[in-house]
């Protein structure tokens, strides 16, 4: 019900955008977060924006760099990612959360998309 888009090669200092596209409007209109994996690496929170829009978090890492955003009449949802790192690179993950609990863990997450991998050199 998650369509992760937008991944691909960047060099540092470069941006990208991810789009999450959510095939039903009731997964479209729920709190919704960004989280990303590196090879080795346990899955971490980024982002996430509430589903009216007015509530966003980040990870300490990527404040300032990345800013999230959602179109709840397209229901998608965006990260914008700024001035890239090599520490980005990993897979990126958009969900979408139902239960209550808060953003920054996975367990709270009830829709997962598949996932893009995102590619920083440097």
């Known amino acids: 019900q998650l369509q992760a888009s937008g991944g691909g090669l960047v060099q540092a200092g470069g941006s990208l955008q991810l789009s999450c596209a959510a095939s039903g409007r009731t997964v479209g209109t729920y709190d919704m977060g960004w989280f990303r994996q590196a090879p080795g690496k346990e899955r971490e929170f980024v982002a996430s924006?509430?589903?009216?829009?007015?509530?966003?978090y980040f990870a300490d890492s990527v404040r300032g760099r990345f800013t999230i955003s959602r179109d709840n009449a397209k229901t998608t949802g965006y990260l914008q990612m700024n001035n890239l790192k090599p520490e980005d690179t990993a897979v990126y993950y958009c969900?979408?959360?139902?239960?209550?609990?808060?953003?920054?863990?996975?367990?709270?997450?009830?829709?997962w998309g598949q996932g893009t991998l995102v590619t920083v050199s440097s």
């Open positions: 924006i509430s589903w009216s829009g007015a509530v966003t």
């Open positions: 969900a979408a959360k139902v239960r209550a609990g808060t953003y920054f863990s996975t367990a709270n997450y009830d829709y």
